[in-house]
């Protein structure tokens, strides 16, 4: 089983719908992190997460340190939004990053 | 505004020929890391520098090799890389850890196709 678990691993949504891509980890962590990768590009990060919660423009992370859960919420979703994300780690102790395996999303237009 | 810069973007080389990859940072940043990603997988850590220390993962094939010459400038060596090795290859910076959770700062990535 991995340290951090993603779902969905796909998602198809239509332009203007609500997102939410869920992960759930098992180790202990300093930091949740969320990453944009578009395809055959780079990582962008778009949020860093030890509590509560954080907001973006259309973007809102969640985290809940007891459950060991944090959700992912796009609003309005928009063609441009296309691409995986992926949630990562940080360990206590350490400042390596340990992946979950990503959720493609794709909105159609 | 460039901040994690990665040369080149695209890089074929042939099987067995020495091959290396460039990174250089505009952020001061203590650390840097290199990753291997394969298609629809997670990036995988083949190692990272704190400083001039190297840190190489347990898993990483003596394949590949780091250099770190300054703060600015990190490079991935691949002395005999096989077909198995190409990869989209990214680099990514952090500021001192010790400091509190530290977010990542990734480059484009260079895609290495092994012919």
């Known amino acids: 089983k991995n340290e951090v678990e993603q779902s969905p691993q796909n998602l198809t949504a239509q332009e203007g719908e609500f997102i939410t891509i869920n992960c759930s980890y098992s180790v202990g962590i300093s930091a949740l992190h969320w990453l944009q990768q578009h395809p055959g590009g780079g990582i962008v990060s778009l949020f860093m997460l030890s509590s509560g919660k954080k907001k973006h423009g259309r973007l809102i992370a969640t985290i809940n340190i007891q459950e060991k859960h944090s959700s992912l919420h796009i609003t309005a979703s928009h063609p441009r939004d296309s691409a995986v994300y992926i949630c990562?780690?940080?360990?206590?102790?350490?400042?390596?990053?340990?992946f979950g395996t990503g959720t493609r999303l794709k909105v159609l237009a | 505004d460039a901040m994690v810069i990665q040369n080149p973007r695209y890089q074929v080389t042939q099987f067995g020929k020495p091959v290396t990859l460039s990174c250089s940072q505009t952020?001061?940043?203590?650390?840097m890391y290199w990753y291997q990603q394969k298609s629809s997988q997670a990036p995988k850590l083949l190692f990272h520098?704190?400083?001039?220390?190297?840190?190489n993962e347990a898993d990483t094939p003596d394949n590949f090799q780091s250099r770190r010459p300054n703060t600015s400038f990190c490079f991935l060596d691949i002395r005999s890389p096989g077909l198995g090795d190409a990869a989209m290859y990214l680099c990514a910076t952090s500021s001192l850890p010790g400091q509190g959770p530290e977010t990542q700062y990734f480059g484009p990535g260079t895609r290495l196709l092994v012919l």
């Open positions: 520098y704190y400083d001039k220390d190297f840190n």
């Open positions: 952020l001061n940043h203590n650390v």
């Open positions: 990562a780690v940080a360990t206590s102790g350490t400042y390596k990053y340990i």
